[in-house]
């Protein structure tokens, strides 16, 4: 089976989620912060991650360089 660029970029998007929330849950978890301040993190993570992320041409660190 071959997977297309899409498919990659889809891959890579879902494990990027799981990522972000998996990390924002322990740290809520362990630093016991309030649940409102976990959801602030969480929603700020996700899009920080992809945007650090050079490889992601449409809205990463590399977009504006082409």
Known sequence: MKITKKQKAILK???RSV???FLTFLASNELGLAPALSVVVAAL?????RALDKSDNAYGIG???K
């Open 63 to 65: 977009a504006d360089a």
């Open 19 to 21: 990522l972000v929330s």
């Open 45 to 49: 993570a996700g899009p920080a991650a």
């Open 13 to 15: 998007s879902y494990a």
